[in-house]
């Protein structure tokens, strides 16, 4: 099987979840969000194909790593891909995290989709929306998009979010850290 990646896996990321994580980028996303941070990722005949095989051997090798998140692109448009890859990655101790355009009560309507989601222990969900973005939440870029604790909403037959990260941040990184320089 292969799953079509928008750059190769990178290793050390501190932003797409909790820890340091390697972050899968997918390519092929038609949700078409305004303001998307990453629109090089849409087309989906673009980017590179790359065997799931490969993937999982490079998941192999890695060791300070606390899991793998998928991002893009949307992941659940190759999600028997990302299902094989998810499932390997639990099978070596790596916590799962995946962002999607999609909302958790859509990816529920599908089998296929269902299936995924039993190998995901964070679900980032729903579309960026440029007029709910803030910079003072952690691990999303805008209000309505919700961190899911998954395997507590599927045991619990509802959507249960990652309560410490609930609401914004009171930081205001918005205001320049020198700006008392200037009063
Ligand atoms: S779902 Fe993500 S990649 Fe797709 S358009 Fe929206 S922000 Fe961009």
Redesign the pocket.
């Known amino acids: 099987m292969q799953i079509r990646l928008a750059s190769e896996l990178q290793p050390d990321s501190i932003v797409d979840g909790e820890g340091i994580r390697t972050v899968i980028w997918t390519q092929g ?1 038609s ?3 305004p303001g ?3 629109p090089g ?2 087309d989906f005949n673009g980017g590179f194909l790359v065997s799931v095989d490969d993937i999982k051997k490079e998941l192999s090798l890695l060791e300070a790593q606390s899991g793998i998140t998928f991002s ?3 992941p659940l448009f190759q999600v028997e891909a990302c299902t094989e890859i998810a499932k390997y990655a639990q099978s070596i101790g790596l916590n799962v995290w995946c962002y999607t ?1 999609f909302t958790y009560e859509d990816l529920l309507k599908t089998d296929k989709n269902k299936e995924f989601l039993k190998y995901v222990d964070v679900l980032v969900d729903g ?2 929306i440029l007029s709910e973005r803030s910079l003072n939440l952690d691990f999303r870029g805008s209000r309505n998009q919700r961190i899911i604790d998954v395997q507590k909403s599927l045991e619990k037959g509802e959507t249960v979010l990652v309560s410490k990260y609930v609401g914004e941040r009171t930081v205001n990184v918005n205001v320049p850290r020198y700006e008392h320089v200037y009063i």
């Open positions: 996303c949700h078409n969000c998307c941070h990453n990722t849409h893009g692109g949307d355009g579309k960026f």
